[in-house]
């Protein structure tokens, strides 16, 4: 029964999970709370997420992923068995499926065991561990076994994973720690020191989403947000315009260009030559950010376009991977 295949993307910002024949069925933050006084979870995902800086003293709500990589091994495992069952309804354990999971390009093996044992503790048959461009490049309809070079710039919410992939493989890749959860945190500390703002990370990812920008926008928007003001200490609402965004995101921005570019000069002529022919290819939910494509394009010299949908791209990629290897077999 092949419809037991199931692709997750565990992600730092959120999880996918992707049935064969089925495509994305769920999409939830990869986040836990659970109570600290009688030791158990009390929500995992989209009710967790909104618990995230609003909590009484005995629930925290936690993110058991930290760029990329599990930082909690009890609660992820917990929250991919909450995941799997939800994708795939509770009857599944008769059979158990067989389930491929990303990781981002750069971790190590110590790592890349905990994701698997996690994912055989939450009901696998079997695992397979695949890097994340090559699923994004596959999720982005790419043809990764024909030989010629496709790079792909992988933005998730703990990681940027950048590689050139041929012939199946990733030729040269690199994964730096600095991706959508950094945008947030940039805008932060920009309010911070400009307006003495504190918001919260939910704050700063509502203003990244609506009006943020890593390039000039044609015309200048402007969001209302609430924070507490820390002169006062008391309630205050603050004009943020798409232009400050621009200058608080400049230096996580400028740091994927640089990856970008530091890839770009250890590709192989051959493949180089196929890049700037067929273009750059963004993927994850970090290249929904405004301007990014643009930012990239300028400073390269090279096409860049982002995949139809950058969010599950990776999911998709993760689930067909299997299909693929059984074609080929």
Do not use: W
């Not at 992707?18 to 600290?36: F, H, M, Q, W």
């Not at 795939?88 to 190590?108: A, E, L, Y």
């Not at 090559?134 to 998730?156: E, K, L, S």
């Amino acid at each position: 029964m092949a419809s037991s295949d199931i692709g997750i993307d565990l992600g730092t910002a959120s999880t996918l999970v992707y049935v064969r024949d089925k495509g994305v069925v769920l999409k939830e933050p990869s986040v836990v709370a659970y109570d600290k006084d009688q030791d158990k979870i009390v929500e995992i995902g989209e009710e967790a997420r909104l618990m995230l800086g609003r909590t009484p003293g005995n629930i925290v709500a936690v993110r058991p992923l930290r760029h990329g990589v599990i930082s909690d091994y009890t609660t992820t495992e917990k929250m991919l068995k909450y995941f799997i069952r939800k994708a795939v309804g509770r009857n599944f354990f008769g059979r158990r499926p067989r389930i491929s999971v990303c990781v981002p390009s750069g971790v190590t093996e110590v790592e890349k065991r905990a994701v698997e044992e996690a994912t055989y503790n939450a009901g696998a048959r079997e695992v397979t561990i695949i890097e994340e461009p090559v699923a994004a490049a596959i999720g982005a309809g790419i043809d990764i076994m024909r030989p010629c070079g496709n790079m792909i710039v992988d933005i998730g919410g703990g990681t940027t994973d950048i590689a050139v992939i041929s012939l199946g493989g990733t030729v040269v890749s690199s994964s730096i720690k600095v991706a959508g959860d950094d945008f947030d945190e940039a805008i932060i500390r920009f309010m911070r020191k400009r307006h003495n703002l504190l918001i919260g990370e939910r704050t700063a990812e509502e203003i990244k989403i609506n009006i943020g920008t890593c390039y000039k926008r044609p015309e200048n928007i402007s969001i209302d947000i609430r924070g507490r003001n820390l002169v006062t200490g008391l309630p205050k609402t603050v004009t943020v315009t798409s232009d400050e965004t621009e200058e608080a995101l400049r230096e996580p921005s400028s740091q994927i260009v640089e990856a970008v570019h530091s890839v770009l000069e250890r590709t192989p002529p051959e493949l180089a030559a196929d890049i700037s022919d067929r273009g750059i290819v963004l993927t994850g939910g970090g290249a929904l950010l405004h301007g990014l494509e643009e930012l990239i394009e300028e400073k390269m010299g090279i096409t860049t376009m982002t995949a139809e949908d950058p969010l599950s791209a990776v999911a998709v990629g993760t689930g067909k991977y299997i299909e693929y290897i059984d074609s080929r077999n």
